[in-house]
């Protein structure tokens, strides 16, 4: 089964300061991975998504991840923060299955911009 | 917005009971996906159904049932209401190919139940 981890459950950072989300993944199967936001009081909106094509993910809003097979890590990053970015952050991965193909979320990680 | 509708947005009932909760996929998506959000829970998979057929089924609970309509939306009913199941109830839907794993899955607005 598959599983994903995400470290620190809160991110404190100023406007303007680099933004990284980190994520770790377990499958036994070549994944593909997602970074969703969560504003509040809404539904979850994709970043972007890694399907295996590129290890280096554009997604919107000027974020980015970086797919690492060997280190099994799939951390979201934007350079610059902005007060618009204050929202939970959710690192998430599907397998190819006969069961379907369910997300599994990892704890999410609230992210706090600070002018 | 993300083209998925979900009804009622807020939900306030007590234990013992029974709801319904309504979900209206993006024009054309063939799968409907429902998940749990809850604090001690977090993000759960409940199930998911394509094209009115149950596909998978995730930590769902034997009190919660759910179908999909020939039009494709899909409801979700939840009886004999507990405390622990106060939590936001979201849908989601994805593009209408095969159903795969690297299908964008896109998420209503949720439903929010609380249970007095």
């Not at chain 1, 809160?10 to 997602?34: D, T």
């Not at chain 1, 974020?63 to 618009?84: Q, R, V």
């Not at chain 1, 939970?88 to 704890?107: I, R």
């Amino acid at each position: 089964a598959q599983s994903v981890t995400q470290l620190g459950s809160h991110v404190s950072v100023s406007e303007g300061a680099l933004v990284l989300l980190r994520c770790n993944y377990s499958s036994s199967v070549p994944p593909y991975l997602f970074w969703y936001v969560q504003y509040p009081n809404q539904g979850l909106q994709l970043l972007l998504k890694y399907t295996s094509a590129a290890t280096l993910v554009k997604g919107i809003n000027g974020f980015e991840a970086e797919f690492k097979k060997s280190e099994t890590s799939f951390h979201l990053t934007k350079p610059s923060a902005h007060m618009s970015d204050a929202a939970e952050y959710f690192c998430a991965v599907s397998v190819d299955s006969a069961a379907g193909n369910k997300l599994t979320f990892g704890g999410g990680t609230r992210v706090l911009v600070k002018p | 917005d993300s083209g998925v509708t979900q009804t009622p947005k807020h939900l306030i009932t007590a234990t013992g009971q029974r709801v319904t909760l309504r979900c209206s996929p993006r024009s054309g998506d063939l799968s409907v996906y429902w998940y749990q959000q809850s604090l001690d829970q977090g993000l759960q998979f409940l199930i998911q159904y394509y094209n009115g057929e149950e596909r998978a089924k995730g930590n769902i609970l034997e009190r919660f049932s759910a179908q999909q309509f020939p039009d494709l939306h899909s409801e979700l009913n939840l009886s004999s209401l507990e405390l622990g199941d106060s939590a936001l109830y979201f849908c989601a839907s994805s593009v209408p190919l095969a159903g795969g794993p690297a299908d964008t899955q896109y998420f209503g607005p949720g439903t929010r139940l609380t249970v007095l």
